[in-house]
């Protein structure tokens, strides 16, 4: 029976969402089955920016989706931000040492099958629509979630 390791990602940094993917990723390479759960500023980390749309939104939902990051690559870091200095310092140290991007990150671990899972609530509450996120990340509740993690060896909370 395989190992499996939950993530959950309550926040959309930069910073913690590259650490989880960097986890999701080496989980996969090891034969572990890895289901991330997106939750709240989680959900910004899979937000399809060329889908995001003000069509059937409240005027607080418009605000907020036009104030949070529209996708995993415009997240900022959690420390050191310095509005934005920070993290294109990080980006550029990242290039330098050939380390992928956040998105090459992003994409291996789909590639490897990673499992993405969105709050149903949290993305009623954010005001997105599921088809405003990428077309990997499945919706379901958090009972649906808790069952899952129950059923994990590893369960991490970012």
């Known amino acids: 029976m395989n190992k499996k390791m939950n993530i959950l990602m309550f926040s959309g940094e930069y910073d913690k969402a590259l650490a989880a993917l960097i986890l999701a990723n080496s989980g996969k390479q090891m034969g572990i089955d890895v289901t991330m759960f997106f939750t709240f500023w989680g959900l910004c980390l899979v937000r399809d920016p060329k889908k995001i749309s003000d069509e059937d939104k409240s005027a607080y939902e418009k605000m ?94 970012i």
């Open 64 to 157: 907020f989706a036009n104030l949070t990051p529209k996708g995993i690559e415009e997240s900022p870091l959690s420390k050191m931000n310095f509005a934005g200095v920070g993290k294109k310092m990080l980006l550029e140290m990242m290039e330098e040492n050939d380390t992928p991007s956040i998105v090459d990150f992003l994409n291996g671990a789909i590639k490897k099958g990673v499992k993405l899972y969105g709050c149903k609530l949290s993305l009623e509450i954010m005001g997105f629509k599921e088809d405003e996120l990428l077309k990997e990340v499945k919706i379901i509740t958090a009972e649906e979630y808790l069952k899952n993690a129950l059923e994990s060896d590893i369960q991490l909370f």
